[in-house]
C-alpha cells in the first residue's frame, strides 16, 4: 500500500512540476453576456467582479485547470432600473446566490492558441456542463505590472432554463451568449 502511495504521489508531483499558477485579474477581467429581449434586441452585460485561478502546464496543456467565481452582484446593462430587476428574486436573485462559478473539467487543443475547455457552470445552485472555445491572447511579461501574464478570450452559449433560469420564457430568449476576457497573473 506504501508503495502505491508512493507511486501516486511521484506522479503527481512530476505532473505538477511544469505547471504555473496564475490568478485572474479582476480590474481587466470581464464576463459579457447578451440575450434576446422581446424578439427586438439583445441586451447585452458585464459581470465586471471575476476572480479565479488559472493553472498552466505548458509540457502537458491538457493537464491545465481553471477554478473560476464571477460575482453576481456586481453587474452592468447600461440601466440602472434593469440592472436592479435582474440582481432580483426573479432571475439572478444574488441575495441567495451572490455568485456563480466554474470549474474545468478538461481541455482539448485545438491548435497552437485555440482550445475547447469542458467544465461545469454553476448558476443560481444548479451545475450544468459547459464548453468553452478559448483563444489564447499571449503569454508573456504583462508591461503595465512587469509581472508573468496570459491572455485569453472565451465564447460559449448556454440554455438559461437548464439553470432555473425561466422567467418570462415567451419575452426573454433561453438562449444566453457569453464571452469572456480574462487576464491572469503568474502567484507569487
Not at 49 to 72: C, F, K, M, N, Y
Amino acid at each position: 500500500m506504501r508503495f502505491l502511495l508512493l507511486i501516486l504521489l511521484t506522479t503527481l508531483g512530476m505532473q505538477g512540476a511544469s505547471a504555473q499558477s496564475f490568478e485572474i485579474d479582476k480590474r481587466h477581467s470581464q464576463v459579457i453576456f447578451q440575450v434576446e429581449r422581446f424578439g427586438f434586441s439583445k441586451v447585452t452585460g458585464v459581470f465586471s467582479d471575476v476572480a479565479g485561478v488559472i493553472t498552466l502546464d505548458q509540457a502537458v496543456p491538457e493537464r491545465s485547470t481553471v477554478t473560476a467565481t464571477i460575482a453576481t452582484p456586481v453587474l452592468f446593462t447600461g440601466d440602472a432600473e434593469r440592472d436592479e430587476h435582474v440582481a432580483g428574486a426573479f432571475w439572478l436573485n444574488t441575495m441567495a446566490f451572490p455568485e456563480m462559478s466554474f470549474e474545468s473539467t478538461g481541455l482539448e487543443l485545438q491548435g497552437d492558441k485555440a482550445a475547447r475547455l469542458e467544465g461545469v457552470l454553476t448558476i443560481l445552485g444548479e451545475r450544468q456542463p459547459v464548453v468553452l472555445d478559448v483563444e489564447l491572447n499571449r503569454l508573456g511579461l504583462d508591461p503595465a505590472t512587469k509581472k508573468e501574464a496570459v491572455g485569453f478570450s472565451a465564447s460559449t452559449r448556454i440554455k438559461r432554463s437548464q439553470f432555473g433560469l425561466d422567467t418570462a420564457m415567451k419575452l426573454v430568449g433561453d438562449d444566453v451568449y457569453i464571452k469572456l476576457e480574462i487576464l491572469a497573473h503568474k502567484s507569487s
